[in-house]
């Protein structure tokens, strides 16, 4: 199995940005498609973006569109997640997750698709 660890969260003033790390270790991460989902106190985990083993395929919610970045260092292990002109709305605990291997090249929205769930990361953004 793989052990996922997120860091970058904080605090910070709308229209600012963050970026987010994912780090892998365990197995051949190249293998994996990973996806950033958050959650608020009484709402339901979204789905916030993914990216494909490759990287060749990336997915996001339309309210993070032109705003968010998924990209992944397979050396480094490592997926991340870009945040640019972020709003008070996203405020949230993001959480990357992996998806077991599988022979198909695309990335899932659906939380239960996904293997592996690392603890969170807290980001805050100020109005």
């Known amino acids: 199995q793989v052990q996922l660890a997120e860091s970058g969260g904080g605090l910070v003033q709308a229209g600012g940005s963050l970026r987010l790390s994912c780090v892998a270790s365990?197995?051949?991460?190249?293998?994996?498609?990973v996806g950033w989902f958050r959650q608020v106190p009484g709402k339901e985990r979204e789905f916030v973006g993914g990216?494909?083993?490759?990287?060749?395929?990336?997915h996001y919610r339309d309210s993070v569109k032109g705003r968010f970045t998924v990209s992944r260092d397979n050396a480094k292990t490592t997926v991340y997640l870009q945040m640019n002109n972020l709003k008070p709305e996203d405020t949230a605990v993001y959480y990357c997750?992996?998806?077991?291997?599988?022979?198909?090249?695309?990335?899932?929205?659906?939380?239960?698709?996904?293997?592996?769930w690392g603890q969170g990361t807290q980001v805050t953004v100020s109005s």
């Open positions: 997750a992996a998806k077991e291997p599988w022979l198909g090249s695309s990335v899932s929205p659906d939380r239960s698709w996904y293997d592996y």
């Open positions: 990216i494909s083993k490759s990287g060749d395929s990336t």
């Open positions: 365990g197995r051949t991460f190249s293998n994996y498609a």
